[in-house]
């Protein structure tokens, strides 16, 4: 199951931008942020990527910090 922490709507659906799974004894998060170098210079985008990478790094419960 998906856990959708961020989205945005195009036209008549969400689309996805921060999203969490277990996968098997793993975990999987998804940040499709960061087209430019310069979006890992703004604080929240490097909060979203900090606190992802350490729930899958499973040194985090929940991503629940994600948003």
Avoid: M
């Amino acid at each position: 199951t998906v856990t959708i922490h961020f989205g945005t709507q195009v036209e008549d659906h969400l689309e996805p931008v921060v999203w969490t799974k277990q996968q098997g004894k793993g975990r999987v998060c998804y940040l499709s942020l960061g087209h430019l170098g310069s979006s890992f210079q703004i604080p929240q985008v490097k909060s979203i990527l900090h606190h992802g990478l350490n729930w899958v790094c499973q040194t985090a419960e929940t991503p629940r910090e994600l948003g």
